[in-house]
T-cell receptor, first 116, second 116 residues
Framework: GAVVSQHPSWVICKSGTSVKIECRSLDFQATTMFWYRQFPKQSLMLMATSNEGSKATYEQGVEKDKFLINHASLTLSTLTVTSAHPEDSSFYIC????????????FGSGTRLTVV | GENVEQHPSTLSVQEGDSAVIKCTYSDSASNYFPWYKQELGKGPQLIIDIRSNVGEKKDQRIAVTLNKTAKHFSLHITETQPEDSAVYFCAASGGIASGGYQKVTFGTGTKLQVIP
């Protein structure tokens, strides 16, 4: 089955620094990847959608200059949280699909970001 | 855009009993309805999905029903076990549009507790 690997699983960083999270599709080519943010006891909120080789589409209210998304290949997308602040602390989850979602959406295991 | 409502928010059942979680959606164009199980600190795992051309789907103890006219779909878990305890999310998507992609919109989640 489709497998999505997300790394790191957790990270602690100092306020003002940047953090990069990687999302890889291991056994399929992900034409589209999604990045979500989840606060404790809440649902997943879509941050942005990226197609390989093109700019990401951000949801309303998500700062594109703060949350940089790169989808340089069909198997890798990265989310960089720039100049992180404590309020950016959250659980970030990626999802990948191919061919317009015809094969469903596979989620990574998530990254717990704590900004101190 | 799509709006997915999910009920109940919490559900406690005795081991061996059945659990039912219900969702409604607003966009009649949605045609793919996955259900995810999320354990603490992990990413969502697909447990079953249904497409709009099917009214019911079953996989061992798990079943999903879809009523397109009423725009609602339900998850049924029979013979519940303690390991079924988790948060369950329903979702809706126009995921099988040819060529492009569609966003997945999540419900608010149901915390299921199976009491031994």
């Amino acid at each position: 089955g489709a497998v999505v690997s997300q790394h790191p699983s957790w990270v602690i960083c100092k306020s003002g620094t940047s953090v990069k999270i990687e999302c890889r599709s291991l056994d399929f080519q992900a034409t589209t990847m999604f990045w979500y943010r989840q606060f404790p006891k809440q649902s997943l909120m879509l941050m942005a959608t990226s197609n390989e080789g093109s700019k990401a589409t951000y949801e309303q209210g998500v700062e594109k200059d703060k949350f940089l998304i790169n989808h340089a290949s069909l198997t890798l997308s990265t989310l960089t949280v720039t100049s992180a602040h404590p309020e950016d602390s959250s659980f970030y989850i990626c999802s990948a699909t191919r061919l317009g979602g015809a094969f469903g959406y596979t989620f990574g295991s998530g990254t717990r970001l704590t900004v101190v | 855009g799509e709006n997915v409502e999910q009920h109940p928010s919490t559900l406690s059942v005795q081991e061996g009993d059945s659990a039912v979680i219900k969702c409604t959606y607003s966009d009649s164009a949605s045609n793919y309805f996955p259900w995810y199980k999320q354990e603490l600190g992990k990413g969502p795992q697909l447990i079953i999905d249904i497409r709009s051309n099917v009214g019911e789907k079953k996989d061992q103890r798990i079943a999903v029903t879809l009523n397109k006219t009423a725009k609602h779909f339900s998850l049924h878990i029979t013979e519940t076990q303690p390991e079924d305890s988790a948060v369950y999310f329903c979702a809706a998507s126009g995921g099988i549009a040819s060529g492009g992609y569609q966003k997945v919109t999540f419900g608010t989640g149901t915390k299921l507790q199976v009491i031994p």
